[in-house]
């Protein structure tokens, strides 16, 4: 108790200490995005994370304006979370791809494909921004996006794929990282069902007498240069380390090559619009809804290995159809 006490007093203290402008944006910041404190010690916390982070973007928008770095950074729906509450809410762990199930890359047939710029949005072939909500499933977003990108260049339709059917299907219902291979054997063996048919979680896998999606296999790359191979077959999953991103604002990613990778994002392009920051960059869809980032999307820049894209977790689905009459 008395331990509480102290720690109260510090947070009322460290609360009083922040100037009237952080408070306001703050109270801003609440309204937006629908959030309430009852508990004047959880609102004083919050507060002070919120400074901490605001404090953060401002540092780095220094280096983003003479030119250290090629993104900006800013108050984002995640400012009220320490760097681990994110990583923790967020993001899940992901281990190593697992390729026992997939096409090597050598094997691929579409290998010999022209390479260059892509961006599969123009071709309308990337379905709308997702929003995983506070579930670390990235894994079943990145799975389901992959699928309708490849289902739309197979059969010329696109479609929502349900990321709730993996999540109770293949995750057996957690909000934590998966690794995104599970979910493509899951499709593989079982398909997907459309978000129409399956809008929710429910915790536990829901067998629906729907049409399902299917893939019939994996290729898997490990390489920058792969990934833009790769990409002219389809939209392609990619395992990153998510850190930049809480706060990220828009422009080009440059942070440094990175290890441990908790995050499953879609690479839907490779352009040279990259603000001057980089030759070429990544056209990246993320799952935390259209209000974050460029649209939803962000860009990073190719050939540093920015973020631990590119030297493992990169996966392509090919041979995608529609079963609309499932034999069960
Ligand atoms: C850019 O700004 C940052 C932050 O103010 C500073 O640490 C760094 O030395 C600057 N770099 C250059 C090249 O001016
Ligand atoms: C996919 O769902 C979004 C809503 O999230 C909707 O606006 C869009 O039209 C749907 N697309 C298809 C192909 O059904
Ligand atoms: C499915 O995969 C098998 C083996 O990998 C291949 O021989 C076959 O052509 C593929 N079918 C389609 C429709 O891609």
Redesign the pocket.
């Known amino acids: 108790m008395r331990a509480c006490l102290i720690l109260l007093f510090g947070i009322a203290v460290s609360a009083a200490l922040i100037d009237q402008q952080t408070k306001e944006e703050f109270e801003l910041f609440l309204r937006k995005h629908g959030k309430h404190h009852n508990h004047p010690a959880e609102y004083a916390k919050r507060l002070s994370i919120f400074a901490k982070n605001r404090l953060r973007s401002v ?1 780095h928008n ?2 983003y ?4 770095v090629g993104w900006a950074a800013g108050i984002t729906r995640f400012s009220d979370l320490t760097r681990e509450e994110f990583k923790m809410l967020y993001t899940g762990s992901l281990p190593n791809f697992d390729s026992a199930h997939s096409t090597p890359f050598d094997e691929f047939h579409g290998k010999s494909a022209k390479r260059g710029t892509v961006d599969w949005r123009a071709r309308g072939l990337v379905s709308t921004v997702k929003d995983q909500e506070q579930c670390g499933s990235c894994w079943s977003f990145a799975t389901t996006a992959v699928v309708e990108t490849c289902v739309g260049i197979s059969t010329g339709q696109m479609y929502n794929a349900s990321a709730y059917n993996l999540q109770d299907c293949a995750g057996h219902g957690w909000c934590q990282g998966l690794k995104p291979d599970v979910a493509l054997k899951y499709v593989q063996k079982n398909g997907v069902f459309l978000t129409e048919d399956y809008p929710f979680a429910q915790g536990s896998c829901q067998v629906k007498h729907t049409a399902r999606l299917f893939l019939n296999s994996t290729v898997k790359g490990s390489s920058e240069d792969e990934l833009e191979t790769l990409l002219q077959s389809g939209a392609v999953g990619v395992l990153i380390q998510a850190d930049p991103l809480q706060l990220y604002r828009g422009g080009v990613i440059t942070a440094p090559i990175a290890y441990s990778l908790d995050h499953a994002v879609v690479v839907v392009g490779l352009t040279t619009n990259c603000d001057g920051k980089s030759d070429q960059c990544w056209i990246v869809k993320n799952s935390w809804g259209t209000r974050w980032g460029e649209r939803g999307y962000f860009r990073v820049a190719r050939g540093i290995a920015s973020m631990g894209l590119g030297p493992q977790g990169i996966f392509l689905p090919t041979g995608c159809s529609v079963q609309k009459t499932p034999s069960l």
């Open positions: 540092e220094l280096k304006a003479n030119g250290t």
